[in-house]
Nanobody, 114 residues
Framework: QVQLVESGGGPVQAGGSLRLSCACAGFRDYIIGWFRRAPGKEREFVASISTNGRATYYSDSVKGRFTISRDNAKNTVYLQMNSLKPEDTAVYYC?????????WGQGTRVTVSS
């Protein structure tokens, strides 16, 4: 059974950092993406990482501040978020696509105060 479990969210002041984790189960070696949904907005892409971790992609809004990485031995993907801004406030989700099905975790909430 494919499962994605996010953790690491919480409150933080602007300029601070958080590291989100996405623990994966039931599958291995798939592209993983992070998305977020801010209050009152549509869900948007944040970052993604290839199966071997060598290729990463970022939205323009987080490029240079966020870093996505993965530890395949632990089957976990991370999102290191630095220089956080109030506009980064959102629920963050990890995502993968396995055997024609799109899977999402339950999300972890990040709240950045000014």
């Amino acid at each position: 059974q494919v499962q994605l479990v996010e953790s690491g969210g919480g409150p933080v002041q602007a300029g601070g950092s958080l590291r989100l984790s996405c623990a994966c189960a039931g599958f291995r070696d798939y592209i993983i993406g992070w998305f977020r949904r801010a209050p009152g907005k549509e869900r948007e892409f944040v970052a993604s990482i290839s199966t071997n971790g060598r290729a990463t992609y970022y939205s323009d809004s987080v490029k240079g501040r966020f870093t996505i990485s993965r530890d395949n031995a632990k089957n976990t993907v991370y999102l290191q978020m630095n220089s956080l801004k109030p506009e980064d406030t959102a629920v963050y989700y990890c995502n993968t696509y396995v055997s024609t099905t799109n899977y999402w975790g339950q999300g972890t909430r990040v709240t950045v105060s000014s």
